[in-house]
């Protein structure tokens, strides 16, 4: 099929890339004329595991290209508006300004039978008021929304093998066409899920609220653990056996950030108060606070164990992206957590594999590097930050070389304490004795 791909972030270049993959011939559009450059000269312009290599073999066969003129939109059959909704300034809403721009400057250019398809994550009911646009505005196009479920990190494997499609439709020809474009996910059986709009958007904000209650479900329990003396850890693997549990995302630590979690559950909340149900989410507000006091109890622990102050202290923090496999320092906790430790006066010196580039951009008053060595060197303190195979792998006792004082706080419960102990580090973490 002949498909469009408007916005080219995360979603959308990864996106573009693997419609290409599959065989469909595709167009990205953004209006940022840099990283239309870079994708078009096959260079990613974040890392995704995955993506260079699709990347490169799709631009190749010419079936991938990219453009800054949403003109060049214009013969696609199917158009997939892939643009961010970032978190409003001054509000917990969604900012809608990209999405309505980007839909606004398809309208002139839509081919008599052309679907539009919304991937980005959305307040519900902003479908059905596209919807009633496009029927004044191009009453032979048609609307669809088919949320995204890619995590950063696999989003490669996620958007070509999919664990379920979700198709918010207005009528049978946009489910028509979108089983062409996803013909060889539903070949393989994937799971298709066929709705009315205002579903298809909720599913997608409800599955990002499930997933930000669960890990601040066991954050709370690791700070009750603290207090009792218990595991979080064990308590997470054993309630985890319960099939109805389930260990995934069960993982205490410093908490949840990145470009969707957070924002999206704060949206949910301002449109759920906007509809007069409030109350519903309430316990969001609990979530987000509950995640954001994780931060702080990592800040507080290190004050504590440097014996009440890190006035001047060497303080190696690993990790700044908000998750492993990725450069992404939106909202991250481990960037937080070391931009925290700096205005408390501590001598932080941060690094990570891929993300201290986008770190520097956003708080070039700490100091970094992107070598561990590095960063491990004369530490009074080293902080685990975010979980890096390479940070997992580390060996205590190679490490405890490096570093001034043989002292971690983990910040992701990683680690195995008794390993650490025995080569001489006093070890923390969060919820754990
Ligand atoms: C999330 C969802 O998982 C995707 O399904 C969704 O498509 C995406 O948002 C989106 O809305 O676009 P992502 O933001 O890539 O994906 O990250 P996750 O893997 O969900 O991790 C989010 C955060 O939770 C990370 O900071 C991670 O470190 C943290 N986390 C995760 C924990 O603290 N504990 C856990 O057990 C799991």
């Given at each position: 099929m002949r498909i469009s791909v408007i916005g080219c972030g995360y979603l959308g270049a990864v996106h573009a890339s693997a419609m290409a993959a599959l065989g469909h011939t595709v167009v990205g559009i953004d209006v940022d004329e840099r990283k239309i450059a870079q994708l078009a000269a096959a260079r990613p312009p974040f890392f995704e595991p995955g993506l260079p290599e699709i990347l490169a073999s799709s631009t190749a066969t010419g079936r991938l290209r990219f453009s800054t003129?949403?003109?060049?939109?214009?013969?696609?059959?199917v158009h997939f508006i892939a643009v961010g909704t970032p978190q409003a300034p001054g509000s917990n809403?969604?900012?809608l300004t990209h999405v309505d721009a980007a839909f606004e400057a398809l309208l002139p250019h839509l081919a008599d039978g052309a679907l539009v398809v919304g991937k980005s994550t959305v307040p519900v009911g902003t479908a059905a008021r596209l919807a009633a646009r496009l029927a004044e505005a191009a009453p032979h196009a048609a609307l669809a929304w088919n949320p995204e479920f890619l995590r950063e990190g696999y989003a490669v494997k996620d958007t070509l093998e999919p664990d379920r499609l979700v198709y918010g439709v207005g009528d049978d020809r946009a489910q028509h066409v979108l089983d062409q474009v996803y013909r060889a996910a539903i070949e393989a059986g994937t799971p298709r899920i066929v709705t009315d709009y205002a579903t298809a958007e909720l599913v997608k904000v409800s599955a990002n609220a499930f997933l930000a209650t669960k890990i601040s479900f066991i954050n709370a329990m690791s700070e009750i653990a603290d207090a009792a003396g218990a595991d979080v850890t064990a308590l997470a693997d054993a309630i985890g056996h319960d099939a109805r549990i389930?260990?995934?995302?069960?993982n205490a630590g410093i908490g949840f950030g990145g470009g969707c979690l957070p924002k999206d559950i704060r949206a949910f909340t301002a449109r759920a108060e906007e509809l007069g149900r409030g109350e519903a989410v309430a316990f969001l507000r609990e979530v987000d606070a509950i995640n954001l006091r994780q931060r702080q109890r990592v800040v507080d622990l290190a004050v504590e164990l440097l014996g009440g102050s890190v006035h001047e202290r060497r303080i190696a923090v690993l990790g700044l992206s908000f998750?492993?496999?990725?450069?992404d320092v939106r909202d991250s906790p481990a960037l937080d957590v070391a931009v925290q430790l700096r205005g408390l006066g501590a001598d932080v010196l941060a690094t990570d594999p891929e993300a201290v580039g986008n770190a520097r951009a956003r708080h070039p008053q700490l100091a970094y590097t992107t070598s561990t060595e590095d960063a491990l060197r004369d530490a009074d303190l080293v902080v685990l930050a975010t979980e890096w195979r390479e940070y997992r792998a580390l060996d205590p006792v190679e490490a405890g070389r490096r570093v001034g004082v043989r002292r971690i706080l983990d910040g992701r419960n990683v680690l195995d304490p008794a390993a650490w102990r025995a080569a001489g580090w006093e070890v923390r973490s969060l919820g754990r004795p």
């Open positions: 003129d949403i003109a060049d939109a214009a013969d696609a059959e809403a969604a900012d389930g260990r995934r995302f069960l998750k492993p496999e990725s450069d």
